[in-house]
């Protein structure tokens, strides 16, 4: 609800404070004292464009805040949300036009920009009059109004489920024929690639034992072929084959030598022990370097191809397995792709069938809920003088969405026999006014906390049609509250708070201000409206009668 609105230096508005109320709160004046501005002021302060020359001659800035009061469950809750702007009871909107054109805006004294403004102005405020270009006369509305007259929630979430649930199982085909599509164009790939590593058959941490044999056999036939001479020196026919002879020599000399070679002899054979002790560490160490040449070519091959395949797939050696593991999926993925293809196009056939049962349900509901809104509106339009009028809610066949497959449109036929057609094409300005607000009448339901403004929708008519309309506003402030500009007196009989705009000049400037009626005030105000300039006794009479039948029926 909308409960103040502040308007400083705003055209001919020096300073303004409106504290409005719950009901229907009545605008009245002269023409051109002024009354729209109030309307421009809240479309400032709510987004609009705002003109540089909305901020009053003389001034530096022109300002207009807006406080709101906020129930628990408001749209607005959410839009401040998603703003990063915390929520409370109170909404205060403030925005400030220069004489440049510059804008600043804060909400709850947080920056704010026009975006978000307008995000606000769409769940706080709707606005209707003669020239409405949105809400009520834009068909892309008509669907989500008729829903809301409908109060059938649980099949519009069975359709947006069922929706998603076809959606997505058909993303997931698109996604595995794209898959299969890319596969099957590098199949012999695949198949040559998958059928290398089957061959090689790549092993975890191979590659390293396999070079580290490599280099110990290389070692090992550089070591034995040294290790071989040495042997051989030692053998018999080397070292100790010579020590053999010259203990034999000195064996047979030793009769003859007195005990002078016992030493000797002695000393050599203890070497030829050593010798033999030598020799063999020798041969043991041959024993154990000897390796077969052809095992060091085959680790050689082994080595050399694992190399070569992770060159040719861009991994190292270590990679290979996750390498083939990798090709091997995409080869299965390949392989079984007609079976999964099958199943997931069975899938979205049932998805499908599933989506359109959904929407068939919630058109069924819709239909009924049309016949509900055409009775409804045949029964508000009568006291508003469109008796011969007719109203209903076209349903065609639309492209599926999460919204169901129906294209809906609320269109009148103004005289009988004529043909149907949208509101704003077919109505005049008179008629389209009382069309719109018999329609609000209907669909008051959907008003979720808004705050009604009808800026002169009574234009054109008087009288008894002016009543119904005036009582028609009554029964919407009765659930929301509403702000009417009007010229008619029985529209502001009806209302619970009256306000008189005024305009008048001192010192060569214009001012407009806006002053609260009381009971007096507002059958002066009435009897004006009535009888003009000159007030009669007459026309005072007729102001409270007409306060008198508000008050008994309104």
Not at 84 to 93: F, H, Q, S, V, W
Not at 441 to 467: H, N, Q, S, W, Y
Request: overall charge negative; aromatic content about 4%; glycine content about 10%.
């Amino acid at each position: 609800m909308l409960r103040q609105l502040d308007i400083r230096d705003l055209l001919l508005i020096e300073h303004l404070v409106l504290d409005f109320q719950p009901g229907l709160n009545v605008l009245t004046g002269e023409t051109g004292a002024g009354k729209s501005i109030l309307l421009d002021a809240l479309g400032f302060v709510l987004g609009g464009r705002g003109r540089a020359d909305l901020v009053r001659q003389g001034a530096a800035q022109g300002e207009v805040t807006a406080v709101f009061d906020l129930a628990p469950g408001h749209p607005a809750r959410a839009v401040l949300a998603e703003a990063g702007i915390e929520a409370a009871d109170e909404l205060i909107l403030r925005r400030v036009n220069t004489p440049e054109g510059r804008k600043s805006a804060w909400v709850n004294d947080r920056r704010a920009s026009g975006e978000v403004l307008r995000a606000l102005a769409g769940v706080l405020v709707e606005m209707h009059g003669q020239q409405d270009d949105r809400g009520l006369l834009d068909p892309r509305g008509h669907r989500m109004l008729l829903d809301a007259f409908a109060r059938d929630g649980e099949a519009r979430d069975a359709v947006r489920a069922a929706w998603d649930a076809w959606r997505g199982v058909r993303a997931r085909l698109a996604t595995a024929e794209a898959d299969i599509a890319r596969l099957a164009q590098e199949e012999d790939y695949l198949r040559h690639a998958v059928a290398e590593f089957e061959a090689l058959a790549p092993e975890a941490d191979e590659e390293p034992a396999l070079d580290a044999g490599r280099r110990r056999m290389q070692a090992g036939r550089r070591v034995r072929d040294e290790i071989a001479h040495a042997h051989a020196a030692l053998g018999n026919d080397g070292a100790e084959g010579l020590l053999w002879d010259a203990m034999r020599r000195l064996e047979g000399a030793a009769g003859d030598a007195d005990g002078l070679l016992d030493a000797p002899l002695a000393a050599l054979a203890r070497a030829l022990d050593a010798l033999g002790e030598a020799g063999q560490g020798v041969e043991t160490a041959l024993d154990a370097l000897d390796f077969d040449p052809r095992e060091l070519e085959r680790v050689e091959e082994r080595l050399f191809a694992l190399r070569a395949l992770a060159r040719k797939h861009g991994v190292t050696p270590d990679d290979l397995p996750r390498t083939g593991e990798a090709l091997r999926a995409r080869l299965a993925t390949l392989d079984a792709g007609e079976g999964d293809l099958r199943d997931l196009r069975g899938a979205v056939a049932q998805a499908e069938a599933a989506y359109a049962a959904a929407a068939a349900a919630l058109a069924a509901a819709r239909a009924g809920a049309a016949e509900r809104l055409a009775a409804a509106m045949a029964a508000e339009l009568p006291p508003l003088k469109l008796d011969r009028a007719r109203f209903a809610v076209a349903i065609t066949p639309a492209a599926p969405g999460p919204e169901g497959a129906d294209d809906i449109r609320f269109e009148v036929a103004t005289n009988p026999g004529a043909p149907a057609g949208p509101l704003d094409r077919i109505a005049s300005g008179g008629e389209l006014s009382r069309f719109l607000l018999a329609l609000k009448v209907c669909l008051t339901a959907d008003d979720a906390g808004r705050t009604l403004i009808f800026d002169e929708i009574d234009r054109g008519v008087g009288g008894a049609t002016a009543d119904a309309v005036g009582r028609r506003l009554a029964r919407l402030a009765g659930g929301a509250q509403v702000l009417v500009v009007t010229h008619s007196p029985q529209v502001a009989a009806q209302g619970a708070h009256h306000w008189h705009v005024r305009k008048a000049e001192a010192g060569g400037m214009t001012t407009t201000s806006v002053i609260p009626l009381d009971a007096p005030g507002r059958a002066d105000e009435i009897a004006r409206m009535l009888a003009g300039d000159v007030i009669t006794d007459a026309a005072r009479a007729a102001a409270r009668a007409l306060l008198a039948g508000a008050d008994g029926t309104g």
